[in-house]
């Protein structure tokens, strides 16, 4: 499809879908592919490639997004009112999901779970033909996903104190 979404149909009519690609993603998802958890559907989880040359899955949980504020990643301050993509996230009963299209349809733009965990967004360069990185999320130490452990709170800009620090009602445990 004219989407990037690769389409096997049950017959000729092409009324039936036996399987698609939106469904199924790897390590990458395009323009108007949802992302996410569906009650109704497959979950749509993106994963990264255990190494550049090996397509195999990677299965250690590095990191979290931060939480969405209506209009971006907390953690992704480049995305302001005057970005490239358009993002939506849906949070109900029924799916959490995230999608977004290209503002300007002459760009080509992607989001990657690269080898090493950090999902970007990757455009591509016309003269170049390649891809150069726009933005990357996965860029300081409180987007790792256990830094301060089950019942911490991570604050980079904590000046008074370290940027762990325990939530309302947990004290800190030593570890032995």
């Known amino acids: 499809m004219e989407t990037g979404n690769f389409v096997l149909f049950q017959d000729q009519s092409k009324s039936v879908i036996a399987w698609q690609s939106f469904d199924n993603p790897t390590n990458t998802i395009l323009p108007n592919m949802k992302a996410g958890w569906r009650r109704t ?4 989880i993106i994963t990264s490639w255990k190494s550049r040359n090996d397509l195999g899955t990677g299965s250690e949980r590095l ?3 931060r ?3 209506g209009l971006r990643g907390s953690g992704v301050p480049v995305m302001d009112p005057n970005y490239t993509i358009n993002i939506s996230y849906i949070e109900n009963d029924d799916e959490v ?4 299209v290209v503002k300007d ?7 990657v779970l ?3 965990g950090t999902l970007e967004q990757l455009t591509w360069q016309g003269p170049e033909r390649g891809w150069a990185r726009f933005w990357s999320a996965h860029t300081d130490q409180c987007d790792n996903s256990a830094h301060c452990g089950a019942y911490g709170s991570c604050d980079l800009f904590n ?5 762990c620090s325990c939530l309302p009602g947990y ?6």
Do not use: A, C, G, V
């Open 97 to 100: 999901t995230i999608t977004y």
């Open 63 to 65: 990191w979290r997004t």
């Open 41 to 44: 559907r497959l979950n749509t």
């Open 159 to 163: 000046l008074s104190e370290f940027e």
């Open 67 to 69: 939480h969405w504020n």
């Open 171 to 176: 004290e800190p445990q030593l570890e032995r």
């Open 114 to 116: 690269n080898e090493m």
């Open 105 to 111: 349809p002459s760009i080509f733009s992607i989001l």
